[in-house]
């Protein structure tokens, strides 16, 4: 089973600012890496997928970068809607789809 | 519009069965493989099993294989997980979740259900 492992659990983030989040794997996902963006009492959204790829809809300001073990996804301007957890899910290697424990991303 | 619709979901104690829904509408369902994923309360996202688009391969994670079944009825639309044995740690937020790519079967998904609430108790 591929462990995916997030980095750092909470981040404070003043609105405006960047935020970057990281996600590693136990072993290589090549690209096969997806972001998820959940918000309190609602399902998770897509955000990015193939590590660097925005989904239908998803704003310029979120992207992702990195293959193989590790991968990054940053928000370049944080607005009042995007302070929420974020998850990284690997589906190179399955079953198991693994995810990440996630990332929070709090208001500082 | 997709729209995924979970039901099912109920308080069961401990050795019980429950059997959950997904009513899937604005897409072609048959050509899509789909998935359950759950969230323990205040917990992160766990991966439960996945169908293929005909219904022909099935996955599990190693935590539920033998106790639950994945299914799905392309007739009416509907993803099913028949849940047997169930234990105190598989108390969750049950969603499903539509695979994003057509006649694959990728594992990432674009649509989520709201979920439906599986609590194991006595």
């Known amino acids: 089973e591929i462990v995916m492992t997030q980095s750092p659990a909470t981040l404070s983030v003043s609105p405006g600012e960047r935020a970057t989040l990281s996600c590693r794997a136990s072993q290589s996902v090549g690209s096969n890496l997806a972001w998820y963006q959940q918000k309190p009492g609602q399902a998770p959204r897509l955000l990015i997928y193939?590590?660097?790829t925005r989904a239908t809809g998803i704003p310029a300001r979120f992207s992702g970068s990195g293959s193989g073990t590790e991968f990054t996804l940053t928000i370049s301007s944080l607005q009042s809607e995007d302070f929420a957890v974020y998850y990284c899910?690997?589906?190179?290697?399955?079953?198991?789809?693994?995810f990440g424990g996630g990332t929070k991303v709090e208001i500082k | 519009e997709v729209q995924l619709l979970e039901s099912g979901g109920n308080l069961v104690q401990p050795g019980g069965s429950l059997r959950l829904s997904c009513a899937a509408s604005g897409f072609t369902f048959s050509g899509y493989a789909m998935s359950w994923v759950r969230q323990a309360p205040g917990k992160g996202l766990e991966w439960v099993s996945g169908i293929s688009g005909s219904g022909g391969s099935t996955y599990y994670a190693d935590s539920v294989k033998g106790r639950f079944t994945i299914s799905r009825d392309n007739s009416k639309n509907t993803l099913y997980l028949q849940m047997n044995s169930l234990r105190a740690e598989d108390t969750a937020l049950y969603y499903c979740a539509k695979d994003h790519e057509y006649q694959l079967l990728r594992g990432f998904f674009d649509y989520w259900g709201q979920g439906t609430l599986v609590t194991v108790s006595s």
């Open positions: 899910q690997q589906y190179n290697s399955w079953p198991p789809i693994t």
């Open positions: 193939g590590a660097s």
